[in-house]
């Protein structure tokens, strides 16, 4: 038996990469996703590699990165995601999966991106990385705030014990933190596209020792308007009509997560947002949790509005060029500002 | 009394032990590991890591591959073959 990984034709082999998708990730609708995910994402075409039996046409495994504009320290660069990680369950013997995770460090190794990264949602995930000697940089985190227990309760207790969610609600309604309200700032739903001002922003907001992804307006509008799968919510902060930050909402199953809470004076600004989406959520979610890497800057605003950590969520692994500046940046103490909407492919 | 254990028990032994999945179902010399879902990747490099110490032979990325690992019976051999000997004496 011979196993090797060669480049796919997201073209030609279409077809090819969606079957064996469906099969080993059956949980995701990848047909519906494949176009907006593959091919339209304005940092570019994913790349994507099969690992083949004996023959090429033989396909066993296919992994995927995904192209992604990141602000590492104050310069713009092009990275990749890995993501859409397969391989059949006769081969996961951790050759084919080691010799697809090795593709994908060769446009690394190239020069075409500074680093790629994988985030991993389980330990199962880390065995190519453990065996390639790498760790994790950084995991991160779910964190949760308890909005409604009216569905734990009919889980538990069935449909007759509604005064008790009422009683429960009331008191989880509070123990959230006060209601926080900027004087001049005003929060309100932004609908339609993101428009210049939003890279603008993106764009005047620098750390150093930080890494975060780009949030241009090309790239919020694939990310969140043309996404197939998922509909989003935003929130904008405005001061005198200047855009100081927003919030990005997606509300699935009785469960709202904060996928994204990003712009300037965020301290205060942040948690006038938060309490915003709080308010939006309480009346149909039971839930409200969001994801931040285990260095996150907005880790603080969110404890402080009551969410409590609950589980480590993923891990982040970066590969980098050995020897090249964007090693050093990593080794020299970088700070991973990661949230939901760095993680998700 | 002296008991010669073959690398096939000592292989089942820690399969049992390691893997749930192999506790609840039992798991025979033939029995596909991979297909059945009783190894996954994080489990063969338990298995390697396993199978380095027990035997003292070190397992290269490209012996990592499905056929090696798809039963106790394959494995058995494939460490036969890297070690040149079929059984291990247990103290």
Known sequence: ?345 | MSQVRTTNTQLREFILQKFPLARKRGVKDGDLLLENGILDSMGVLELVHFIEQEYGILVSDEELEPDNFQSIDKLAAFIQTKTGRGEQPSV
């Open chain 1, 1 to 345: 038996m011979s196993i090797f990984v060669r480049p796919a034709d997201l073209s030609s082999e279409r077809r090819d990469l969606l079957d064996v998708l469906k099969v080993n990730l059956p949980f995701l609708d990848h047909e519906k996703r494949f176009d907006w995910l593959y091919r339209a994402n304005p940092d570019g075409p994913a790349r994507s590699w099969f690992a083949c039996q004996d023959t090429r046409d033989r396909i066993v495994g296919v992994v995927s990165v995904f192209p992604r504009s990141m602000w590492v320290g104050r310069d713009l660069k092009n990275c990749g995601q890995v993501g859409d990680f397969a391989t059949a369950v006769s081969h996961r013997s951790l050759g084919p999966s080691l010799l697809m995770q090795r593709a994908t460090f060769e446009p690394v190794n190239a020069g075409i991106w500074a680093f790629c990264y994988d985030c991993p949602p389980h330990d199962a995930g880390m065995s190519t990385f453990r065996r390639l000697g790498m760790e994790a940089n950084s995991s991160m985190a779910r964190y949760a705030l308890p909005l409604r227990v009216d569905r734990l309760l009919e889980s538990r207790l069935g449909r007759n014990w509604s005064f008790l969610s009422a009683v429960g609600n009331f008191i989880l309604k509070l123990y959230v933190a006060p209601p926080t309200r900027i004087q001049d700032v005003e929060i309100k739903q932004h609908t339609g596209p993101f428009g210049e001002e939003f890279s603008a922003l993106d764009e005047s907001i620098k750390d150093e020792h930080a890494i975060r992804g780009a949030r241009s307006a090309a790239h919020l509008n694939w990310r969140y308007l043309q996404d197939p799968l998922q509909q989003y919510e935003v929130l904008t902060a405005r001061r005198d009509g200047e855009l100081l930050a927003y919030l990005v909402l997606c509300i699935a199953d009785g469960t709202a997560t904060v996928v994204d809470l990003f712009g300037k004076e965020i301290s205060t600004v942040g948690a006038s947002l938060i309490s915003a989406v709080v308010r939006r959520c309480r009346p149909s979610c039971q839930i409200l949790q969001t994801f931040l890497a285990e260095s996150s800057e907005l880790t603080t605003l969110y404890t402080e509005a009551h969410f409590r950590q609950r589980s480590i969520s993923a891990r982040i692994v970066a590969y980098t060029k050995p020897d090249s500046d964007m090693s050093a940046f990593l080794r020299n103490g970088a700070r991973w500002a990661f949230a939901q909407a760095e993680v998700r492919a």
